[in-house]
């Protein structure tokens, strides 16, 4: 078994081997367990991971007729969602040893699809900022991001071939960019958040990662109870609208690099690119999302930092603690402006089908760095839009760069099918050097 970075088989691929009968849950299952064994000591993407418990469950999916969309799929759980038979932490040493005694709706969803749940991933603290031991799987010095750390580098380390994790500012979309992979953060309230330890009860959105495209959308048919199964047989050409953001400026070269590299793709297989301004009622935006996800996990986290401090972060308790400040007046302000934005951004879609814009501001930075700043993610989290991070490009180091692309409010299945066709042209065409987006 190889350990080089990349799947073992796709999600797909894989269910419709298991399907035929030309692949065991138990096979695919040891493959997975294979990689883990390989990589796992430079990695470090799990807290919990039982061989022997992963292998009987498999046996018992082979005994059984195939059933369910995810039958025989190993999946990774962030462990910030609850598991009945393992412990679930949220990545602090308050609950180290916790048990909960029922399943997250997320992960109880895939046990029922028939996925094989592999064993739970790292999170940073309380999925916050604070970083996890895990590493970015093509370069184990740089962080994979956070806080959905372990999920995104299991799935790109070919560990699992898919997983969940949660996004309250940029914890799906920028850890699948630094890792070379697919995130999907759907429409906000698409997913049961029930069983998940909350950071910010308005922002917190469940997500997941694949190698593909056709991988994410199946995971998240299964937790949303909705057809995202991608048909790109209509031969539509989607539109797209390149959006620089206010937060432009912190995009390094390689992030410019690769959204002029994008647009040359798209225009390369036929399609249209429209520069796309948000109007300046956005400018304070991202500044908002960071006031509600303050105030907000100043009551989430109350217990934790009432009577558990010294065991917080210095970094954590600093954002409880401005939390704590914020005035309610303020907080209902951030509110508003948000609930402006939501309804003028539709306005900002009338001429094209989805936004394109950066992931990340550059390439994942060394881990001693942190996880790296969500500051592309922030505003859109905040909006409740559904966010896809569609990889296929490289930046200087050769290290993964990510283009994001944004849908309208329950647009999701558009998305996703728009997410296909440009990881298609990044496959298929040659990017025009001379164009750029600068």
Known sequence: MTSNTGPVLSATTARDHIASGALSCEALARQCLARIEARESGIRAWTNCDPQAVLDAARQLDRVPVQGALHGLPVGIKDIFDTHDMPTAYGSPI????????????????????GLVMGKTVTTEFAFFNPGKTRNPHDCQRTPGGSSSGSAAAVAAGQVPLAI??????????????????????????ISPAGLKPAAWSLDTVGVFAADVPGAALLGSVLSGRDLRIDTASGTLPRFGFCRTPQWHAARSATRTACDTAINRVTAAGGDVETVTLPAIFDDLLAAQETIM???????????????????SDRLAALLDHGATIAAGHYEAARRLAAQC??????????????????????APLATSGTGDPVFNRIWTLLGVPCVNVPGLTGPNNLPVGIQLIGSRDGDAALLRAAQWLAQAFESAPADPDRKVR
Request: hydrophobic letters at 45%; proline letters at 6%; aromatic letters at 10%.
């Open 95 to 114: 609950y180290t040893g916790r048990t909960p005694a029922a399943d997250a709706a997320a992960v109880a969803l895939i046990r029922q699809a028939g």
């Open 165 to 190: 994790g949660t996004q309250t500012a940029g914890s799906v979309i920028r850890p699948a960019s630094f890792c070379g992979i697919v995130g999907y953060k759907p429409s906000y309230g698409w």
């Open 342 to 363: 939501r309804a003028a951004f539709a306005d900002c879609l009338a001429e094209v089908d989805v936004l394109l814009t950066p992931s990340a501001p550059g390439e």
């Open 294 to 312: 303050a105030f907000e996990a100043a009551r989430c986290l109350a217990f934790e930092h009432d009577r558990h401090r010294r065991q917080l």
